[in-house]
């Protein structure tokens, strides 16, 4: 038959096999014929030689083309009948029954190379399973293929004798090559021959085949490993070794020719050594094998056997046990071995016992039952055994231990009393298990561990019962592990015959977990307390699989726990992160999770140590909260530390997450975004996290360092125990067996179980054992060698952190540390956490010459780093460790520093640890972009510099490093202290104007460097274009740049996002690929395309290219937390977030378009205000990409494109308005302007009206009136023709806005402005019915009625009104006089002047009480429409009421409006001084007030009573016949108000009463000293008062007046101690219904209530300054203070918080402890200072000395006392990062109490008046009884306007009072002149309080200062600040607080101060403070700056400092 016939059957016969119109039996018939013609034609091809074996030869008469032809016509016909059916139907025709293996097998010895190629893909062909399914029939197949071929491998390699050498030697080569690819494809392409595939090529190596050598084997195994699921030729000869071993030593080889090379071997002893278990089994039946084993691993005998003896046995106990063949060979090789041990003195039986764990491992491991529905699984290496054989083993072994006389009931009894024997059996089976590649191996280690589990289960209850604890989570936690594996090769599996394996084992594991749970429930329920949480969130994923066997087994379980046992694990779900509740429900149908953000953010904090938990859940449920959560709430827990450390962990955490919680975190980042993000962290406290909080509440309880040390380290151990890897559990298990058996665990031993629970339940599995001997630590010399710390040059990070950590240990002479390097072996984490540790150990324990040296390398690893500027990953993170060190160091007490000069140690000599310059650490944290590190470490530096001892140091510029680091932490406060804003170099001034957004002079400077030569000037101008926010232009410059691939990757980039943002889709290329090369705004730019366009980009993987890029950005930036770098990355994540966003938009329903726009509203609403320009680009990127949506809006129905344009419209208007708001119109106007451009259509009057603003912020004042009053002319057509509530809003708001711009410009007159605008603004507000408009409506009429309103009044109290007065009195008398004379000119023109008098008066006198009138009814509207401008309001309001309270119509307006127009807690804030006025008269007021308080004290009880009380029980400790009279009428309308709230609720008056009576008595009880109880104090009494709040509890008012959640008060402790002070107040605590403490400090004698006031005014003071975009993260720390009667209160205590001079050591009872003695022991005590000072002034006053010379002594005074406070910072906060948080945050405080203080003139600032917060570093100011200029009256007046003494300067740093101190100051000093006037207002109603007394007799003030003998002399008064020089004595009040308090006391018992003068005081104070806020200095007006620089020089004038009182201690 010729060719072209074979041609035409290779093509009859795949369409004939796959023809679908054919029948299955038409097809077979036609098959069967192709097949009988085709074997005629094979059988043409062989000649029979052999009629036995029926073996073929080949015919040599056909041709090559021939022979291939047929050959393929065989292998279609194999590929065509994979179920033989032709086969069989051909049989039946003929008598030749054709074998297609056989024949294809006879076609390898062809001669032609071609045709054995085409045989061997025949071959490969019938290895593959038919129909993609393995069957046993294939099974068969393919071991028939392998016995087959390994028998014919001569036949297949034979050389035709009669050829030529030529031809001999090619036809060599090409025999080798078939059988190498034959071998190769059986490799490929069976599971079952592989391992045998694998041996025939290793036994191919013998001498008699000089054609295949180890290197071409090697290019064999690399061909074939790609199709295997090995990774490497190592991994898949070492799967093989135990079967190609026992092949290589059957068949006589010698182990030195073994191909050790295949496993990257080059050495025997070390191969063999490694792979000893595996020959040493094999070698000891061979006497000549096993010779040879020991000469080459250098063992004897008895090492051998006593270390591989469980493998050994492995190949001898089963033959014993079961009888088998070699049950005699068996026997002797057994008593072989015994006798090998006996020899070397060991018996077999003991050693037996010790390595039971090992021997029952391997049984375990040995175990195999072919299984029928796997005919695919290969055959493992040998040996194996059944399981029934293994269990006869296990049998047999038993009773060998019985014999011997070892008692127990089974083997696993047995090893129970063997210490850690069972949990190290365990994690040897657990590790094995984990080590499986393939799906089969898996399989056969699943099945194998699942039978040790089973085992496991029954002695769990008995001689396992000390173990249930650490078994138990270890099984669980391992089956979970096999769990995640799985399901994860489930998902990625490209072998959908491997599946149904998959499941089966996943579903085995899941019924192991199920089996185990309820054997645990029926015998220790308890235990699996720590399990279940982990078990449900592994679980409910499985639960929800698309594959149904695993979601049945998965529901099963938890259906087992959650319903079958719910009654005992129900309570856990307290503790447990949210759940699915569809999934959850089907268990529990009650089960719902109600946890709020903040609740949600706290778990996910206190999960944050734990890296190898997944915690996606906890993220989604953020996430889903953080939509529906409202912006205000969102803001309001963004001001606590929380959210701060949630963000800080999100970003620290991205590296070592999972992928499923990676993607959750971006998503919460990007759903935040960048500005909330940013102002997060840069507001955040920085206080420790909780985990910190808690682990150091955990060590401080155990003694030293070392123990602290013990237990961090030890924690970390056991906490691995349940880790992912089951190779890291297996060694921390043996690492605690070892410890725990040596000395040194036994300390370690006792503090762990001190710990309770869990911890000890695991330790006292481990408790028994033999002694472990640790070995002795080795010589420093392999620490000390520069190769290994520098190894990084030529490695991994992981291998040189792994290297030094293992020189490190063991050189370490403690034990425990050099236990711990088995574990640094395989956990990299670990060794981070550890080396610093062991240095520490190292240098503690070590000589001087081992510091120097170790400094020596340290210096030189840094240099060449630095110097190098490598930058790659490994050299990055080696720096970054190599700090950790240094900076682990600086925490530790060093006792050895300096030890012959110094004589005391501090927290100053923990820095040199090590003698490296900081100036180069400086730098290297600088390399590292550590920048907090990088200042701590520049300032140590210049410190450094400055100490007296310290050896000379090599010159630093250390401004250069302040400036670079500043400037990237967007510092621009401490830049300008470093003099960023003086210096004249490029560099400086760029930084300067970028900083503070001055982009115009940036521009020009960048213009003046492309003047001169710079290296790259096209990047320069780019980078000028885009910082100055010129996009157009630079979109312009951009396009001239030709071709892509030519420029830069930052212009690159730059050009994609141009594009991307302005919409041009067709000017740039796009990739068809992704790589890593593609940058963030490429992927931006194709993903836009491909939604705009519909372009085949996928957006999917575009998105998550970008999440990636985002990520690896966040690793870069994982040490600064608040930098350009994150702002930058945070924004690619807002992006991110939002094209997601887009693209499930484009693809959404109609409603699911509306859902996105209420959440992006949501998330926009959640934003916090633009804080610079960088937000402000990201911001107006983020607008750019939602305008695509407008391209999109076309593709859905109309309501859905209606919602997504007109989000568009509210958003670009949204975020022109907040740009605004922050003072970057230029942004502004950049939004509108393109939203313009691009969308013409979409243009509106809203964006006009925005635009007119936008105009009006640039100072274009013409052209925004121009805007606004078309866009008027327009809007009221519009509202005309529509009258639609938008047309109508939009309309109102027009008139309001042009209202304002009239007022401003003065183009009109009040009335113009009121009737025409302001006032129809509030008509078409409140047609349009719309809250938000009504109020500001009304807040407009209101505010302009009440500026009216105030002009008006200051005018009619002026000398001109008074003159016109006095005028029309002159002209009346004159008209009277000329009565008579009836008509004159004279007397004409005098009537017509006093008309026209008396017509301006009236209208002047109408003009007051119109607007007097509209102001306060507006300002009610205001209120009751909006809460936005409340504290303004409400206080104009009882302002007004209050100064007009006389007036008839204001009376009438008031009992009108109040309470009934308004809610009754807007009125909270002033509740103190409304009811202040209460007294028992029956008029207006009263009733108006009486009635007002009534209700608020009903619907806000915990905010009133306490109040009412304070007043009921005002003399409740005062001597009566002190009583004033209004103090009686007060109380008692207080006492008829709290009955009428009692019929209410009587009950919450009855606790309330009794709990205030006991405080007082406790208060004033002198007799108790540290306890309280029944018989000397109620309060101990009081239990459980339901209906009472914790009085020192934070509780804002609510609208909704429900207060049920509120902490009542449960109990108060019977502890207590006395605080300092004559009223000797009580600490005490009370215990809240939520389980806080809330510490309490009760006083007595001592009136508060001044106290009560100040922080009322902080409060108010703190939201003035929240308001204010500059100032918003700035806040005044407050407490509450709750008065109980005129002379007794309630403070919250402070926690956290010591005294600043506590800390000092300012007197002699601190002095010791403090840090003056500690810091400078050879300075002068303070109290001695303190009686130098006093003689000082003492001759200064007797004119001993003149001003200067007085003056100079003082400042020689100060010289002995240095000032030190810079090292309470060092000490406290130890982390760069928190050290740079505290001390930004104590400049802020101190700058804050600062200039508030001043305005308020608080003064009596000693240094006891001042407390540290110990957790923020902030200052808290307590005291306040002295204040508005009080204090200036005294004998030794307070002349500094506030304490800046030198130690609170230099707590500041280096830049002292330049830095962000003084801009500091100059933004609070400029918000509170900004808002002046509500500042005034508040003023005017909290100072003229009738309760407060404001001035103090002359007797009471001259016994202020006790020690005051003599007064100052004539001009001392010039030291007195100009401004307060001629205030009155009467402001005067104390300088010290023991004197303030006597004076107090005194004040509250008399009636010295006059009702008459009080207002006219309150008013002189008042006048004070408007002069301040005025600027008023030196009788001129001074700027903000020069205002605050002239205070700071006040107030650190050594001549103002040198005559303060001395109790002062200014020289402090």
Known sequence: MGKSCLQLINKLIPQISL?????????????????????????????????????????????????LTVIECLTQLIQADRTENWRREAGRHTAISLDPLEYAIKTLRDRDYRVRRKAVQAIRVILQHPDGKPSENLRQKQEKVFDKIYKNIHSILNINSNASDLERSDEEQTCTATLLSLFQTIIMHSTVCRRKAVCALFLCLDESNQHISSSLIRKVLEGAVSQTPYNSVVELCESSLGYVAKEWIALNFKLTQFPIDLFNESDLQNFYKKNMQVFASLAIGSDAVWAELVQLSDLTEQEIISGQLPSILLNILPQLANSADNYRQSKTLFEKCTNILAAGGVQMLGLLKDKLAEILAALYSAVWD????????????????????????????????????????????????????????HFKVAHWLASGRHVHDIRQRSNAYLRFVAAVLPELGSTLQDHQLLLVETIISVNLNTLSRLTNQLQTTSSPDHNPAIVSIICSHIKACHALVDHMVSLNYEVLSSVVPRLTYSLIPLSNSSETDISNAAHKLLSSIWTGHADKFEGLLEVMEPLPVSTMRQHIPHYSWSASLDKLIQMYTEASHDLSHDRTLLLKAVNRQLVAMDSESLKLLASGPLLSQFVSILILSVKHCSANERSESLKCLGRLGSSFVTNSLSASHLQPSLVDQKLSNLTREYGDEADQRDFIILSHVIHYLLHDREEVMSVCDDLLAKLFCSKAGESVMQSLLRVGGRTQHLVVSYQVGAKFKVPPAQSTDSLLLLDNWTSYQTSTYKEWVVLVTHHATSTCKTDILRLMAPLCAVKEQFCELLLPFLIHDILLKGDNSLRVKLSSIFTSVLTDAVSAKDETSVCQSVVVMMLKIFQFLRTKQNNLYYTERVKVHTAWHNNFWLNVNYSLLAKTALFVKDYAMAALYAELRIYQSREATSPPLPPFNAQSVMIEVYGALDDIDILCGWG??????????????????????????????????????????????????????????????????????????????????????????????????VGFNECMYMASKSLVTSTSHSTTSLIEHMKKICETSLVDSRRVLNGQHLISTLADLELVQTLENVVAVRGGSDENRGLAVIGWKKLDNCQFALCDSKTG??????????????????????????????????????????????????????????????????????????????????????????????????????????????????????????????????????????????????????????????????????????????????????????????????????????????????????????????????????????????????????????????????????????????????????????????????????????????????????????????????????????????????????????????VESRAMVAKNLLKEIGQRNAQLIKEYNVLVESLINLANNKDIKTKLQPSNCKLVSLLALKHTHVLTHSLKPRASCDYSDVPHVYKYDSQCSIASGLSKPKIIKCVGSDGKI??????????????????????????????????????????????????????????????????????????????????????TPPQKARQELSVLQDKYVRGSYSRDSFVKAYNDLCRKIPPIFRHYFLERFTEPERWLSARRKYSQSVALTSMIGYVLGIGDRHTNNILIDENSGELIHIDFGVAFEQGKALPKPEIVPFRLTRNLVDGFGPTGVNGAFRRCCEKTLKVLRGSGRIINTILQVLIDDPILEWTLSAEQLERMQTDVRTPLPSGVDSFIHPSLASQSVTLGTQANRSASTAAREETANSNAVADTNKHQQAANALLLVRNKLRGLEQNSYLSVSGQVNYLIQQAVDPANLAVMYIGWQPYL
Not at 1689 to 1713: F, H, M, N, Q, V
């Open 19 to 67: 023809s679908t119109s054919l029948s299955a039996q038409e097809r077979d018939d036609l098959g069967s014929k192709l097949f009988m013609i085709v074997n005629g034609l094979v059988l043409q091809l062989y000649e029979k030689t052999d009629e036995e074996d029926g073996s073929y030869t080949l015919f040599p008469l056909f041709g090559v083309e021939y022979r």
């Open 370 to 425: 072919s299984p029928k529905e796997y005919p695919s699984e290969p055959e493992p290496c040998p040996p194996h055994y059944s399981s029934s054989e293994v269990s006869a083993t296990n049998t047999y072994l038993l009773k060998m231990f019985h014999k011997k006389g070892v008692t127990g009931t089974s083997l696993l009894a047995i090893l129970s009393a063997i210490p850690s024997s069972v949990s190290r059996l």
């Open 980 to 1077: 960023v804003s003086k210096l004249e170099d490029t560099k400086s001034r760029l930084t300067h104007y970028s900083q503070e957004n001055n982009w115009s002079r940036e521009l020009r400077v960048k213009e003046l460097m492309l003047s001169g030569d710079v290296d790259n000037p096209l990047s320069v101008g780019l980078e000028a274009l885009q910082s100055c926010d010129l996009p157009h232009l630079l979109d312009s410059f951009l396009r001239n740049i030709q071709t892509v691939d030519s420029i830069s990757e930052e212009t690159r980039e730059m050009r994609y996002q141009q594009a991307w943002s302005s919409m041009q889709w067709d000017k740039l290329p796009t990739v068809t690929r992704l790589s890593p090369h």
């Open 1177 to 1526: 680009q990201s911001s107006l990127r983020t607008q750019e990409l939602k305008q695509i949506l407008r391209s999109l809006a076309g593709s859905g129905s109309e309501g859905g494109c209606e919602t997504l344009l007109k989000y568009l419209v509210d958003s670009t208007v949204s975020l022109s308005l907040k740009a605004r708001e922050c003072n970057l119109p230029s942004t502004s106007e950049m939004v509108l302007t393109r939203f313009k451009r691009l969308y013409p259509d979409l243009w509106c009057v809203e964006c006009d009206l925005e635009s007119g603003l936008v105009y009006w912020a640039f100072g274009e004042k013409d052209r925004a009136m121009y805007v606004m009053k078309r866009c008027l002319d327009d809007l009221q057509t519009l509202s005309q023709e529509r009258k639609d509530n938008s047309s109508l809003c939009f309309y109102s708001r027009a008139l309001r806005i042009y209202g304002d711009f009239l007022t401003s410009t003065k183009l009109e007159g009040p009335d113009v402005i009121t009737d025409n605008y302001l006032l129809p603004a509030v008509k078409m507000a409140e047609r349009s019915r719309l809250a938000n408009e009504l109020e500001e409506a009304y807040h407009a009429v209101a505010e302009f009625a009440d500026n009216e309103y105030e002009r008006l009044r200051t005018y009619m109290t002026s000398s001109e009104f008074e003159s016109k007065l006095s005028i029309h009195r002159v002209q009346q008398e004159q008209m009277d006089e000329l009565k008579t004379i009836e008509s004159s000119k004279y007397r004409r023109n005098l009537r017509s002047n006093m008309e026209m008098n008396e017509k301006e008066i009236n209208a002047t006198r109408e003009a007051f009480v119109t607007n007097m009138q509209r102001a306060l009814l507006n300002h009610i509207a205001t209120m009751k429409n909006g809460s936005k401008y409340d504290l303004l309001s409400i206080f104009r309001v009882v302002a007004i009421w209050f100064d007009n309270e006389k007036r008839e119509d204001i009376r009438k307006l008031i009992k009108e409006k109040l309470p009934g127009d308004l809610p009754s807690h807007k009125f909270l804030p002033l509740m103190c001084q409304l009811t202040a006025r209460l007294s028992d008269d029956s008029s207006d007021l009263q009733t108006s007030l009486s009635q007002l308080i009534l209700v608020a004290g009903k619907e806000h009880p915990h905010h009133v009573l306490p109040i009412l009380f304070a007043l009921k029980c005002a003399a409740t400790d005062t001597s009566s016949k002190h009583v004033q009279k209004e």
């Open 1638 to 1723: 809330y510490k309490q400090l009760c006083k007595g004698k001592d009136d508060t209530r001044q106290d009560a006031v100040m922080q009322q005014v902080f409060s108010l003071v703190n939201e003035l300054l929240h308001s204010n975009q500059s100032s918003s993260s700035l806040t005044l720390r407050t407490y509450k203070v709750i008065p109980l009667s005129q002379r007794s209160g309630l403070l919250e205590w402070c926690e956290g918080t010591i005294p600043l001079g506590a800390w000092l050591g300012s007197t002699d009872d601190t002095y010791r402890k403090g840090a003056l003695c500690r810091y400078q022991p050879s300075g």
